[in-house]
């Protein structure tokens, strides 16, 4: 139900998380890694959730890479009660843990 996809620019990185019955954009992050820390800009559409989520998932990308990256993208299921939502948390951060896990064992990240 939940997409983690990456496209990359150049040397940076732009992840497009995505899934439920309308995906949308619903927050962009832009995370990059300066003096040995992050530095996060980010905007979240009114009356969507995931920013906080996206601002973490930067956080853990830029600490690993040392990259710049962007994340953005939606999730959206109608009347999700707190237990869908917290699985559809589960599952992004699974998601994002594969592809980084894939991404590593890519020569652009040695």
Same mark, same amino acid.
């Given at each position: 139900? @939940?997409?983690?996809?990456?496209?990359?620019?150049?040397?940076?990185?732009?992840?497009?998380?995505?899934?439920?019955?309308?995906?949308?954009?619903?927050?962009?992050?832009?995370?990059?890694?300066?003096?040995?820390?992050?530095? @996060?800009?980010?905007? &979240?559409?009114?009356?969507?959730?995931?920013?906080?989520?996206?601002?973490?998932?930067?956080?853990?990308?830029?600490?690993?890479?040392?990259?710049?990256?962007?994340?953005?993208?939606?999730?959206?299921?109608?009347?999700?009660?707190?237990?869908? @939502?917290? &699985?559809?948390? %589960?599952?992004?951060? %699974?998601?994002?843990?594969?592809?980084?896990?894939?991404?590593?064992?890519?020569?652009?990240?040695?």
């Amino acid at each position: 139900m @939940i997409s983690c996809e990456l496209n990359r620019i150049g040397t940076d990185n732009l992840v497009v998380v995505s899934g439920g019955t309308a995906p949308h954009i619903g927050a962009v992050v832009i995370a990059d890694y300066e003096n040995s820390e992050v530095k @996060i800009v980010s905007y &979240g559409f009114p009356h969507h959730k995931e920013e906080d989520l996206f601002i973490e998932l930067a956080k853990v990308w830029c600490n690993t890479y040392q990259q710049k990256v962007v994340i953005t993208g939606g999730i959206h299921i109608d009347n999700a009660t707190k237990e869908q @939502i917290e &699985g559809l948390v %589960d599952e992004t951060w %699974d998601k994002f843990f594969h592809l980084m896990a894939d991404q590593k064992s890519c020569k652009a990240y040695k």
